[in-house]
């Protein structure tokens, strides 16, 4: 799935309110840490993590791994923040423009 640059405007102004529901600490992205990615996108269409410094990958490179294990698509980074969006199969809650 790929998104225009309206809908990522959108989901970035959703998202801009949410406080993080994951981090990736010094363990990088371990299955841990994607199991509870995909655990929370049984409950989230969008989501929001941290990377901490002690993280030994980039930003991007978490973003876009965790997107890939998830069947996710990586919104946006800033920092050391990541977005991810992932719809419900069935019915979406977000109603993208």
């Known amino acids: 799935m790929t998104l225009t640059s309206k809908q990522r405007a959108y989901l970035k102004g959703l998202a801009s309110t949410n406080s993080p529901l994951f981090t990736v600490g ?7 840490v994607t199991q509870s990615v995909e655990e929370l996108f049984h409950t989230h269409e969008l989501i929001k993590g941290s990377v901490l ?5 980039d930003v991007r490179q978490v973003a876009d791994t965790i997107a890939g294990r998830t069947h996710a698509v990586t919104v946006h980074t800033i920092g050391r923040k990541i977005v991810l969006y992932k719809p419900f199969p069935e019915e979406p809650e977000i109603e993208l423009p």
């Open 26 to 32: 010094k363990g990088g992205v371990s299955p841990e």
């Open 53 to 57: 410094k002690s993280c030994p990958e």
